[in-house]
């Protein structure tokens, strides 16, 4: 059975009422939907319905055919006002919108109590699928028996929750990367530098590390990881600091600002979390009369255009490709399996991107 036009339509009335809401009160909404269907919606939401819990199983046995003919989406990102999830949400933006869904994102603002009420509010408008990038990776068991309740297939982006958590619900997918792999790739690339890190040759690498939000998986991994390289390969290491700076440009500036003024020469290795904070911590570098390549080396993991042309430019010693085109299609195509009816068995439910070293002599591939 096909989705009927005007049960979509109905459907998208609610999703557009609670739309103007939200923006009136927060601003905090950016929708999708082709004008011509809104001229059908003319019944009362269906949101408003009581029982909630049929309705979701109802829209589950429809949801099949309504994929790639204006299903309704929901896709909720942590914060907007983050340098990679915002080309990530472009990027699922433009497939989803691309293939003829109507999508909804929401702007979880770094507040896990909002983004709840946004998962809420997508359960309660019928949505036909979510995709989640979750506050908070404490939230994982509270987000999956929310959408498990609901009936709703689920893709959760960005921040992985354990293999045990997911295992609970067979309509979730988690789509990410293995932030092991992109830690040991920055140790790597700074192995890769003529004097593997070791500029003032003492026999050690002296380094600080700027890491993102330490509650993330990927922060934990990435500082980890990263040192973990140096020492697997017998180099002697030396922590002079390590600071969170919130994957946050203005921080990853304030941290190594602060680390230069009282480390100066010693500090050898800036290790970075992410590209953005690596941007920040070039500006004190430069501001601090330190040359990037022949007096201490930087790192950054994501691969962002900034840090593309500073990699190009010499500046970045190297980056790490965090594939947000590449995660961004494998989530699409995974809710898709699941709208298609497809489960996922416990133990089953991750699916990796690869990572991808960026150096000067490659930088070209990936502009
Ligand atoms: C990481 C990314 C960071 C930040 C973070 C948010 O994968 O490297 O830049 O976007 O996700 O969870």
Known sequence: MRLSKKVVAVAMASMMMVSMTACGNTGSEQTSATPDTKT?????PAADTADAEQKAEADAADVAETTGEGGMIGVCIYKFDD????????ALQEILEGKGYTVTFMDGKNDQAEQNNQINNFIAQGVDALIINPVMTSAAD??????????IPTVLINREPTAEQMGVYDKLVYVGCDARQSGTM????????PNKGDINGDGKISYIMIQGDPENIDAQY???????????????VVELDLQRGDWD??????IAQNDLAQFGDEIEVVFCNNDDMAIGALQAIQAAGRTVNEDIYLVGVDALDAALNEVEAGNMTGTVLNDAQGQAEGAVQAMEDLLGGKTFAAGEQSIYVDYVKVTPENVADFK
């Open 186 to 193: 920055q140790g790597e690339l700074i192995l890769d530098t």
């Open 40 to 44: 059908e919606t003319t019944e009362t």
């Open 222 to 236: 990435r500082t980890e990881f990263s040192v973990k390289a140096l020492t697997d390969a017998g180099m002697e």
């Open 142 to 151: 509270q987000i999956i028996a929310t959408v498990k309740d609901a009936g």
């Open 249 to 254: 440009r203005n921080k990853g500036q304030e």
């Open 83 to 90: 340098a990679f999830m915002t080309t990530y949400r472009n």
